[in-house]
């Protein structure tokens, strides 16, 4: 009776037996992956613990390399890292798609901002790293569990081996650099302009610290006020959607994913066109026959995926050979566009 009642408790506690029965629809596959995957997950208790501890390390360790951030600068930074993290996780399960350098870069323009004195640019950088570190790992972590759901392995097991990756990273990732260190001119160190390893991106990051120093003020105008704006037509949206979802309305079909809907701004028009197209390809393939597109649409999306990434290599050859294209597109500033066009206007009258 102890020993029954244990396994009664145990399957209570997972909340597969509950999850299983609000989805009597779900084949033997799905049923097994669900037993492996919440039967065996990690314990909350442990993840906040290690959470805790490591950011406490971090926090002691960080302001004897980099000076000018201090131990409370770091403490509060992985105080508000969940946010930043949940919300890319998050997306990142949803589309596949993780914006942690988007995040990092925020994270670098408050803390330079914050600082505003000598110093400063270093400090958000050290911060950024912090963000970016916490952010990556969180987003790799939920792909890899989805890759452990469906190919039935443990989540226990798939932490482990992030252990594992880390640990030798933390020595691998040191003596690479100090390859590259010791491959690098003496008069052309890494990341100068003449160096053969000038990383460009640093040189990005540090022109976001200076950008920082100055405050809110050297922001595009109305730059915050759109961002408030966006954010509380995207907190609405999510209530209304959650809500629908809840009431079972109708109306949950009709509501977007604001996700969706962000991340064409970050990844630019050819991914947006190339999910769009697909998007209208797979909603009528699913109306002609619904059973055929559940089985083959992950199949063609991958193929297709490729075929878009084929493309590259043409396009670098025409990059190459300084091939343009016939037709372009240019934003100008308000109140210039005829001068402009005047100007380009005359260039071509002098041509003929």
Known sequence: MLIDFYKKRQEKDSGVTKYILKHPSLNYDDRKRLEVFIGNRLPVFGGVTGYIGIALICSVITPWIFHEIKFHHLVLLFISIPVFTFSNTYGTGLTDWSVAPTYAKFVLFLVAAWFSKPGAVIAGIAACAVAMMCLNISSQAVQDHRTGYMTLTSPRVVFAGHIYGILIGSVINPLIFLFFELNAKKTAPIGTKKSEYPCP????????????????????????????????????????????????????????????????????PTFTVDMTLGSILLIIWTKVNRQSAEILSSAVAAGLVSGD????????LLGLFNVEPPMCMKFLASGKEVQIADAFLNTLGHKE
Do not use: N
């Not at 209530?239 to 309305?249: A, G, H, M, N, T």
């Not at 990434?309 to 670098?316: D, E, R, V």
């Open 309 to 316: 990434g084929i493309w590259y290599l043409p396009s670098a």
């Open 201 to 268: 991106s640093a040189a990005m990051y540090r022109a976001i610290g200076l950008l920082g120093m100055g405050g809110v003020k050297e922001l595009p105008k109305h730059c915050l006020t759109f961002c408030f704006i966006t954010v509380l037509i995207t907190i609405a949206l999510e209530i209304v959607r959650l809500v629908s979802q809840r009431k079972d309305w109708k109306l949950q079909y009709y509501i977007p994913c604001m996700t969706a809907i962000a991340l064409p701004f970050l990844s630019g």
